[in-house]
């Protein structure tokens, strides 16, 4: 079983949209949360790290839940911009990445 | 300030031939990563460096794979004898440490390897 699972999707979406991920972790013992934005043939960059409390940034907010062992992120009001594939990343000692969600938001 | 810097960019080589792949980590970081990523999946750990030594290199492959940070900053991820299994992108990251909100880790534009 993998560390970190996460639908591969593709997500395709309308520009306004309200768009969801989820990701799961195997590792009840895992310390540390984030996700990271790739785009295309370039690196992840941190796009937030999640805290048990929940964190907003703008038009993204980050849930974490220990108890069922996921995270994930709300993408409000998309963006073309938005379009990327979204890293769920989990730290138990090392990082675990997952394989990633793609989203596609179209005009 | 500068980010993460890699060379080369890309890199073919033959099967069978040694190559070498370097990482500039943002000044005043201590933890230095190296990842592999192959296309349609995520970043696969294969080491960490705190300083110095290597934390953590329960990921590297198998003895083909070697990487070292002699001085605590710049680091070289070695591949002896590489197989066409070896071809994918090498991303290299670092953060300022290792807790409390200095894990963040920032990634250069990877090293695409590919080997013939």
């Known amino acids: 079983r993998k560390e970190v699972e996460q639908d591969p999707g593709p997500f395709n979406v309308p520009e306004g949209a309200t768009v969801a991920f989820n990701c799961t972790y195997s590792?009840?013992?895992?310390?540390?949360f984030f996700w990271y934005r790739q785009d295309c043939r370039k690196e992840p960059k941190l796009l937030m790290s999640?805290?048990?409390s929940g964190n907003e940034d703008g038009r993204f907010t980050a849930q974490l839940n220990r108890a069922s062992q996921y995270i994930s992120l709300l993408i409000r009001d998309s963006k073309l911009s938005d379009s990327a594939t979204y890293l769920c990343?989990?730290?138990?000692?090392?990082?675990?990445f997952g394989s990633g969600t793609k989203l596609n938001v179209k005009p | 300030g500068a980010g993460v810097s890699q060379t080369p960019s890309n890199k073919v080589t033959e099967k069978g031939k040694y190559v070498e792949l370097r990482c500039d980590p943002i000044?005043?970081?201590?933890?230095l990563y190296w990842y592999r990523q192959s296309l349609g999946q995520g970043p696969e750990f294969l080491i960490y460096?705190?300083?110095?030594?290597?934390?953590?290199d329960s990921g590297l492959p198998n003895d083909r794979f070697f990487a070292v940070r002699p001085e605590g900053s710049v680091s070289t991820l070695k591949i002896q004898r590489t197989e066409r299994g070896d071809s994918a992108v090498y991303l290299c990251?670092?953060?300022?440490?290792?807790?409390?909100?200095?894990?963040?880790?920032?990634f250069g534009p990877g090293t695409r390897l590919l080997v013939l």
């Open positions: 999640v805290y048990s």
């Open positions: 990251a670092s953060s300022p440490g290792l807790a409390g909100g200095q894990e963040t880790q920032y």
């Open positions: 990343v989990v730290r138990f000692n090392k990082f675990y």
């Open positions: 590792n009840s013992a895992s310390q540390s």
């Open positions: 000044s005043g970081h201590t933890a």
């Open positions: 460096f705190q300083g110095t030594g290597a934390a953590d």
